[in-house]
């Protein structure tokens, strides 16, 4: 089969079991209390070690400093993020999971585990077996995709950061 069908095959059947299968919401494993798929994406790009600043997660998430200061505030609020200024510069806000948010963002899966049992239970024992084989294949394949993608973008931030006006040695 050409590469152009299979992914045209890929790009209509993902969508089928994406929307078919995905939360609604995430649920906090201990509490039960419930948080949007925004505020669930939004605690899966922080760490309870490693700050990261508001900024750079409005900006990475494609959204205004308002907008994810909103959310912020809902999740710090709720105990899941804890804010605090930044030791050498004053003017930036690190944000850090709670150990909740943390066990929240742990918990968390894009698909409903209800939902794919039921669609499984569909399949005969060797479709399923086939279906799991086959979702193993594209899941190593974008692994590898993704490492590739990020050993690309390190090459090409310390290239950025030697600045043009300075040569380049190679070999």
């Known amino acids: 089969m050409r590469n152009k069908k299979l992914v045209a095959q890929v790009l209509e059947l ?20 419930a948080v949007s798929v925004n505020q669930a994406r939004v605690l899966d ?16 998430m494609g959204v205004g400093a308002s907008t994810m200061s909103l959310t912020i505030e809902r999740l ?8 605090s200024r930044d ?7 690190n ?7 943390a066990r929240l963002r742990d918990a968390q899966s894009v698909l409903d585990p209800g939902r794919v049992q039921s669609m499984i239970l569909r399949l005969s024992p060797a479709d399923r077996a086939d279906a ?4 193993a294949l594209l899941a190593r394949a974008a692994s590898e995709e993704m ?25």
């Open 14 to 33: 993902y969508p089928r079991i994406f929307h078919a299968c995905h939360s609604r919401h995430v649920r906090d494993p201990k509490t039960r209390e």
């Open 45 to 60: 790009h922080l760490d309870d070690v490693e700050p990261t600043s508001l900024m750079v997660l409005a900006r990475h």
């Open 76 to 83: 710090a609020r709720r105990g899941y993020v804890t804010r």
């Open 87 to 93: 030791a050498v510069d004053r003017r930036v806000v």
């Open 95 to 101: 944000l850090r999971l709670t150990a909740a948010g």
């Open 132 to 135: 799991v084989r086959g979702l």
């Open 147 to 171: 490492h590739t993608r990020s050993s690309k973008t390190v090459r090409s931030r310390k290239q950025e950061s030697v600045g043009p006006h300075i040569k380049r040695r190679t070999g």
